[in-house]
Structure formats: structure tokens, C-alpha cells
């Protein structure tokens, strides 16, 4: 792979024709025939776990890249452009693709006589999946089964039925004698081929399960104080027409054993007790809900020294509200965590994009505990354009003032996709600024006034 920042969109478009014309064996000395005919570009094949026996099943051809972490502004927007033109020329080629994936319109997909060619566009890199015809049918037929089975799932009564289990439980020092008598209580069966301590519910109705982490060689375990386990989880997968009412059953359970909890957050819609031996964590992520037990100062002080020193590392939570509800009796962490400052367009497009849909979407989830946020982004120190907007548990609206321009005032409802449309209008005003980078302008937030919330944590980059 090439570290440039050039896309080269007739170098990618030779390869869709050579991709087309080759004469696929789906054999392992595709590869080397493929890499001859279109080197310099490097790609790589593999097989599928569940496709049918071939030596071959998909082939990854490398078309543009940049440095994983890169921020640079030229570099994301080569990237941006050269996809676009080339999701152009293919159209022109090969017709309207067949589909997307997900409704995610960076991954495309063509159906070929003998290729299926999936190219997709990510934040640093351009490329393109070939498939195997049968295995890629293979492929969209086990993920509509998954799709089809998941809607049929909507009892989550095993979920709740296990919270009190796990919030009673006495964990100690996470040995397998401490958590056998959970999970003798809980009396779902043990998986015995894994290592971890796994017992599952594994049907057409209902998959769920409680899983003991065992704590790995890599996380130095006598350094931070970790038993022999690091993590104990319960999960369910659910149809997502009712993980709301799932998860506010299943919050209204916490609350009963563990009283309101003293902080939440996103993404995930996280609602974190933190105790000083055990934190517990109810979340809406996989497909489902979570309930996570941690031990407290292992877990903190790992993070700690991963915050001080590893560069890539981040915190779970991009925003963050301490609730002041009454009767907490668990406590918050007052650490401050490093934030890497919005030096460029890209980072505050990456900012925004992570940030604003979570806002909009688990905040319907966290009410009454957290119940809005409001926002401005301006040119510091001036008073001229700007652009801002609230989230709340009931909606979500942005205000677009720009020089020259009426104002756009707009409302939303809450939902993930509320917030990734108000993402992208908001990256879009903000360019019109008329100024050189993101380090000009200045962010205030806050939570609602009038109420005991406050707001922690809003990850824009910015100083507050």
C-alpha cells in the first residue's frame, strides 16, 4: 500500500477492467496471475469460514491509502474525491450498483458474470472486495437469515431476570470460585469449549449470554490488580424495534438495586455506577443490551497509564453528564482525560461525526438522568457566524447563521440518523466560516439549566 495522498482514478478503474475480463479459477494461483497484471497494486485473498470448499473466496485489492491516524485535510479530501469519481466511472461501466450495504452508500456493490466487486470508501482508505459469485450468495444469505432471526428476538425478560444476580453477586478477588455461584444461580448452561466462563441461551427466540473475562498476560495483572478474571458481561441480542422499551425495563431495574445511577453517556447510551470495588456499566451496544461489572481501581488505573502514555488510546465516553440525581450512592471519576485538539477539518469532521448521533439518539434512552445539551461553535472572539443547535430526549434542533444568508432553523427527531444528518450539515457551515482551520473558532456547551445535570465531557477538540 501507498502512503499518497494521490488517487489515481484511471490506475482504478484498469483494474475494474482487468477484474472483469480475468478468467477466475477462484484458485490460490489467482492471486499471484492477479498481482502480475496489476502490480504495482498490491491485493491479498482469503477464504470464507461458511462458504462452501474453494481455495479462494475473496480477493482485497489495495486502490489508495493514507496513514491510519492521518488529519491532513488534503490527504482526506484526495480520498473523498477520488471515490466519488471513480463511484462515477463505474456507474458509467457497469450500470447502478446492485445494492449497498446496509444503506451505507461508501460500500457499493456490483454483481458480475464472474466477479462480485464490492468497493468501499473509508476514512483512510479506498479499496475493493472481490467475491466469489456462490460464496458472496452465501454470504447475503446468511446475513438476511442473521437479520431475519434478530427481529424475531423480543423477549428480554432472561436479561432482566439475571441484573439482580449480577448486581448482588459478591465477585472478590474475580476468582472461578468467587463467580461459580453466580453462575450456578443464574443456571444457564456452560460452554465448556471456551476459555472464558461462558453460559449461554442459544436459541431461535433468545440469545443471550453471561460471560467472565479471563484477564490476558498482556494486561499485567499483578501490576494493576486484577483477579482472574477482568470482566464479567451480560448480553443479550435483540430486535431493534425493542431495545428501547428493553432498555428502559432494564434501567428501571438498576435503579431498584443499584439507585439512580451518578453518571451517563455516549455513545451506547451508558449508565455508570461506580462503586470503589465494582463499576457497573448498562449499555444499548451489540445489537442488544449489555450490563458489564468491572473491577474499579484495576480497570481505572490500567486506563490511566494507557491515557499517559499511548498516543491512540481514547476514552469510551465522547460526552458525558453527572446526573446529581437524588439518592446516588455510587460515586464518578474527576479525572481529567488528554483530548487531542481540533487542529484541522478532518478532526473536528471526525469529532462531529462520532459525537452528534450519539447525542441524538441516547438521550431518548438516558432521560430523566440526562435530558439535553445545548451547543455553539463561532469564531472566537467575533460576533458573527455561527452555528448552533440542542440535543434532547425529546428532539433535536440546528441553527445556521451564516454572512449574507437567511438563518436555517431546523428540528429533528431523536434518532441516530437525527444526528448524522445534523453532523453533516453542521461540517458543512462550518467551512463557510471564511476561515483557515477549526483552531479559530470557539465551542460552548452545556446541560440544561435549571436542573442538577452538568455537563462533563463534550469531545469537539475544543477547550471549554
Same mark, same amino acid.
Given at each position: ?47 470464507? +469460514? ?18 491510519? %491516524?492521518?488529519?491532513?485535510?488534503? $490527504?482526506? $479530501? ?45 476514512? =483512510? ?10 460464496? &458472496? ?27 439482580? =444476580?449480577?448486581?448482588?453477586? =459478591? ?42 473475562? %479471563? ?92 491515557? $499517559? ?19 446516588? %450512592? ?9 483530548? +487531542? ?51 434532547? #430526549? #425529546? ?5 445556521? &447563521? ?7 432553523? +431546523? ?5 441516530? $440518523? ?12 462550518? +467551512? ?33
Amino acid at each position: 500500500m501507498s502512503e499518497s495522498p494521490v488517487f489515481d482514478v484511471a490506475e482504478a478503474m484498469r483494474v475494474a477492467r482487468e477484474v472483469e475480463q480475468f478468467e477466475w479459477s477462484w484458485s490460490a494461483s489467482n492471486i499471484e496471475q492477479l498481482q502480475s497484471l496489476l502490480a504495482p497494486i498490491k491485493l491479498s485473498g482469503a477464504k470464507m +469460514r461458511f462458504a462452501p470448499s474453494t481455495e479462494l473466496d475473496i480477493v482485497r485489492v489495495f486502490i489508495a491509502d493514507i496513514p491510519l %491516524r492521518s488529519v491532513d485535510d488534503a $490527504e482526506r $479530501e484526495a480520498l473523498r474525491t477520488g471515490f466519488a469519481a471513480l463511484r462515477m466511472d463505474l456507474i458509467e461501466a457497469w450500470g447502478e450498483p446492485d445494492s449497498d450495504i446496509d444503506g451505507d452508500t461508501r460500500s457499493l456493490v456490483w454483481v458480475l458474470p464472474q466477479v462480485v466487486v464490492q468497493l468501499n470508501c473509508r476514512t =483512510h482508505s479506498v479499496s475493493y472486495l472481490l467475491f466469489r459469485p456462490d460464496a &458472496h450468495r452465501s454470504a447475503e444469505a446468511a446475513r438476511r437469515a442473521r437479520q431475519e432471526q434478530d427481529e424475531q428476538r423480543t423477549d428480554f425478560a432472561p436479561f432482566l431476570a439475571v441484573l439482580p =444476580h449480577i448486581a448482588n453477586a =459478591h465477585l472478590g478477588s474475580w476468582s472461578r470460585s468467587d463467580l461459580d455461584p453466580l453462575f450456578e444461580a443464574v443456571g444457564w448452561p456452560i460452554d465448556i469449549s471456551k476459555e472464558d466462563l461462558v453460559a449461554e441461551l442459544n436459541g431461535d427466540a433468545v440469545q443471550a449470554s453471561l460471560q467472565a473475562s %479471563r484477564t490476558e498476560e498482556y494486561m499485567d495483572a499483578d501490576r494493576w490488580g486484577f483477579g482472574e478474571y477482568r470482566e464479567l458481561r451480560l448480553s443479550q441480542r435483540l430486535s431493534s424495534r425493542v431495545v428501547p422499551e428493553a432498555y428502559a425495563a432494564a434501567l428501571r431495574s438498576c435503579v431498584e438495586l443499584l439507585g439512580p445511577p451518578p453518571v451517563v453517556g455516549g455513545p451506547d447510551a451508558q449508565a455508570i455506577w461506580r462503586g470503589a470495588k465494582v463499576t457497573y456499566t448498562l449499555s444499548t451496544s451489540c445489537g442488544g443490551l449489555q450490563f458489564a461489572a468491572t473491577p474499579t481501581e484495576a480497570v481505572e488505573g490500567r486506563e490511566y497509564w494507557e491515557s $499517559e502514555w499511548d498516543e491512540d488510546w481514547e476514552s469510551p465516553l465522547r460526552w458525558r453528564v453527572t446526573t446529581g440525581a437524588d439518592g446516588v %450512592r455510587f460515586g464518578t471519576r474527576d479525572r481529567w482525560v488528554y483530548e +487531542r485538539p481540533a487542529e484541522t477539518w478532518s478532526m473536528l469532521d471526525d469529532y462531529i461525526t462520532e459525537l452528534f448521533p450519539s447525542l441524538a439518539g441516547d438521550l431518548a434512552l438516558l432521560a430523566p438522568y440526562a435530558t439535553g445539551v445545548g451547543w455553539v461553535l463561532r469564531v472566537a472572539e467575533e460576533p458573527g457566524p455561527f452555528v448552533q443547535g440542542w440535543f434532547a #430526549d #425529546d428532539g433535536a434542533g440546528l441553527e445556521i &447563521h451564516l454572512p449574507g444568508a437567511e438563518p436555517v432553523v +431546523r428540528s429533528y427527531p431523536p434518532s441516530f $440518523e437525527s444526528g448524522r444528518r445534523i453532523a453533516a450539515e453542521t461540517t458543512a457551515a462550518l +467551512r463557510k466560516f471564511g476561515v483557515a482551520s477549526p483552531t479559530d473558532l470557539e465551542m460552548v456547551a452545556w446541560a440544561p439549566w435549571g436542573t442538577t445535570q452538568a455537563l462533563d465531557t463534550f469531545r469537539l477538540g475544543f477547550k471549554r
